[in-house]
């Protein structure tokens, strides 16, 4: 059973930072990766992705040069950094992982491993 714990959530104002982590039980060398987002009322979107090997990262256009996507294979972990949070960053944020690469990372049902989330809550 794979199991995904993110952690790292939390309350801040907005232009303020937050690192997002995910812990792994499966090889993430051999996974891609994703960083998710719900709002309450809205669908789940692609926040960020990153490939199985690691050279090619995917953003969505709402967070480019705002948000960072990481992970550290030796520690099975994900990371995400969010800069300059803005009020609509509100969400709750899940971590993905899928064995192998996926044709479209940013796309929910590409990923068959789920977190239970984590809540980033920002303030204006």
């Known amino acids: 059973q794979v199991q995904l714990v993110e952690s790292g959530g939390g309350s801040v104002q907005a232009r303020g930072s937050l690192r997002l982590s995910c812990g792994a039980s499966l090889s993430t060398y051999t996974a891609t990766m994703g960083w998710f987002r719900q709002a309450p009322g809205k669908e789940r979107e692609g926040v960020a992705a990153?490939?199985?090997?690691?050279?090619?990262?995917y953003y969505a256009d709402s967070v480019k040069g705002r948000f960072s996507i990481s992970k550290d294979n030796a520690k099975k972990s994900l990371y995400l950094q969010m800069n300059s949070l803005k009020s609509e960053d509100t969400a709750m944020y899940y971590c993905?992982?899928?064995?192998?690469?996926?044709?479209?990372?940013?796309?929910?049902?590409?990923?068959?491993?789920w977190g239970r989330g984590t809540q980033v809550t920002v303030s204006s």
């Open positions: 990153i490939s199985a090997g690691g050279g090619t990262t």
């Open positions: 993905a992982a899928a064995r192998g690469g996926v044709s479209q990372p940013l796309m929910p049902d590409a990923y068959k491993y």
